[in-house]
């Protein structure tokens, strides 16, 4: 097993379910020191639990933050710093969906809260990681924008409008920080088997009815099946490692092709 991370330390936001807690695991397999980010107590404790059962010697740093605050985030850096001493790797993670529903029937509130945390929890992140990585000269950073971030996506006016954002966000800094020898890129998932997919499938064909509203969804998608988070996990991986330092400022879809069907 490569130990691309080893003494290498990274910053995992949304770490206690789904595509942080893949990305946890595939980095912890490979030596990293991390800095776990959630809002969730216990997801967080269970992502540790599932890390100790594979790589019983990583060091492990647990912070229950709220990324839409932004002295919260201030903090989950500070805390990292104080316990590692350095953050090579950032892995903006955490978002939520929100609510489906046409844009003139979208819940303002709730537009609100998906804006908070999909895009000013991404903002917040880089811009108390960003003078760590710039001082160190060193550093990698992956964003999560999302197929949503490069497509409309039928009754998701926040998410698609947030994950947009990030992509635009991460283009940005990419061209402001690459010269301090920074990587930073987005990821965009397409239907990849997290929780929050399963609870998209639920507003889509309900409790009974979400699984072959699944089977639906990826009939049109070229490989014929959904992405599984370790698949994801290996790219963040791979974007954060320094074997990839001259991508900076790319959005890259993991979405078996559907993205570029017509």
Do not use: C
């Amino acid at each position: 097993m490569s130990n691309r991370f080893e003494s290498k330390v990274v910053v995992i936001t949304g770490a206690g379910s789904g595509l942080g807690r893949a990305a946890a695991l595939e980095l912890a397999k490979e030596g990293a020191k991390l800095s776990l980010v959630d809002l969730n107590e216990a997801s967080l404790a269970e992502t540790q639990n599932q890390i100790k059962a594979i790589a019983p010697k990583a060091e492990v740093l647990l912070l229950t933050a709220d990324v839409s605050n932004e002295e919260a985030v201030k903090k989950y850096v500070e805390d990292s710093l104080a316990k590692f001493g350095r953050i090579d790797g950032f892995y903006n993670n955490a978002g939520i969906e929100g609510k489906q529903a046409p844009t003139a029937d979208y819940d303002s509130k709730m537009f609100d809260k998906v804006i908070d945390i999909n895009l000013k929890g991404v903002f917040y992140g880089m811009k108390y990681v960003l003078p760590v990585m710039k001082e160190q000269q060193s550093g990698a950073i992956v964003n999560v924008a999302s197929v949503g971030g490069i497509r409309g996506v039928l009754n998701q006016a926040a998410y698609v409008a947030s994950k947009h954002a990030v992509a635009g966000m991460t283009k940005n800094a990419a061209i402001e920080y690459g010269q301090y020898n920074l990587s930073i890129n987005a990821i965009a998932p397409g239907a990849i088997m997290t929780d929050m997919v399963v609870g998209s499938l639920k507003q889509i064909g309900g409790e009974d009815g979400w699984e072959e509203a699944g089977k639906q969804f990826v009939s049109v998608n070229p490989k014929k099946r959904f992405g599984k988070p370790e698949e994801v996990g290996r790219l963040v991986a791979f974007l954060l490692s320094g074997e990839s330092e001259f991508i900076n400022g790319a959005v890259i879809p993991i979405d078996g092709g559907q993205s570029n069907q017509y």
